[in-house]
């Protein structure tokens, strides 16, 4: 169904009104907009060509085609159009933020930037536009613009939590711990499953010292995101490090559990359980993550260098 300001019609009835009048410009571009409302893009491409034909200077026409184009990941043509669109409507935010969003798919930064902040100059209340902004600046190391965009995010949106996550990385590149971990905690009261801001948050504890309120919030990285192959290893390698394991033994088992398959985390038990004194069930989970070669990061020359000198001390 396609809403507008006063009705409400399908696409069935839509065609039987353009049946009566085949004439009727706005019908067919009602319908055109329905069409690509419900995902019929090429057929709605179709209408607004015969629409462009007769107002080829029409600016939603040719937003809408670029909008099409977009969708068809034909990033060329949905350019030109949106391009179009801004030469004949300069003034209209949304335009400007279109053909931005297009050159940054298409990796031109600069030209996307450029429109970008022709975007926040039309309408300084885009958060979109600030944060995509954001992010071409930490693409471009400028950690101090990108930090401005994303707190500018914050301020139209503040429970924009990938704004919240970016900003507090950007503090984190440049060693700005304290209001790193302020914008990850911020982030969890906004968001209390995101397992990437507990893993983060463990990090920036891990490197100053905190061995203990580290492993903590990788566990609740883990409990969160069981599937998180990254935050095993990042466990069992500073639980090894800092003769830790019977504390973090019990967030592999879960990972043991839920990716019973993982090469990977099979490696993170064996080196759990030799650093408990458990060799029976180190040569269980080697053997196991050597099976399973695809997921295992691990060169299998090594894996299977410890199966061996493991049998060979056991002989």
């Known amino acids: 169904m396609y809403m507008t300001e006063s009705q409400k019609l399908s ?23 329905t069409l690509l409302d419900n995902g019929f893009l090429d057929d709605a491409l179709d209408r607004y060509k015969k629409l462009l034909d007769i107002f080829p200077d029409n600016s939603e026409i040719n937003f809408n ?12 043509e949905a350019q030109n159009f ?6 004949l409507e300069p003034e209209d935010a949304d335009f400007s933020y279109n053909l931005a969003f297009v050159l940054d798919k298409r990796g031109e930064i600069e030209a996307a930037i450029e429109e970008y902040k022709k975007t926040i100059g039309l309408n300084p209340s885009d958060s979109n536009a600030h944060f995509n902004l954001g992010c071409l600046y930490a693409k471009k190391e400028e950690c101090g613009l990108a930090r401005e965009h994303y707190e500018r995010t914050l301020d139209i949106n503040p429970n924009d939590i990938y704004a919240r996550f970016n900003l507090a990385f950007e503090y984190k590149k440049a060693g700005k711990q304290d209001k790193a971990l302020e914008e990850y905690r911020k982030l969890i009261e906004i968001s ?16 100053n010292g905190e061995v203990e309120q580290a492993l903590e919030y990788f566990a609740k990285a883990i409990e969160i995101n069981p599937k998180d192959v990254d935050a095993y290893r990042t466990i069992t390698n500073i639980a090894v490090k800092n ?18 398959e993982n090469g990977d985390i099979h490696y993170c038990a064996s080196k759990i359980y030799a650093e408990m004194g458990k060799p029976r069930y180190q040569l269980t989970h080697l053997k196991k993550a050597l099976e399973r070669k695809d997921s295992l990061s691990v060169n299998p020359a090594v894996v299977s260098g410890e199966i061996k000198k493991l049998q060979n001390n056991r002989a």
């Open 11 to 33: 696409l069935e009835e839509i065609e039987s009104k353009l049946k009566q009048n085949p004439d009727n410009v706005e019908m067919q571009n009602l319908y055109a907009e």
């Open 82 to 87: 949106f391009q179009k669109a801004v030469d």
């Open 192 to 207: 209390p499953d995101y397992s990437w801001a507990y893993y983060n948050i463990g990090c920036l504890y891990y490197e």
């Open 243 to 260: 003769n830790k394991a019977s504390t973090v033994v019990a967030s592999i088992e879960t990972g043991l559990a839920q990716n019973p």
């Open 65 to 76: 085609i670029g909008i099409i184009y977009e969708k068809q990941n034909k990033l060329d």
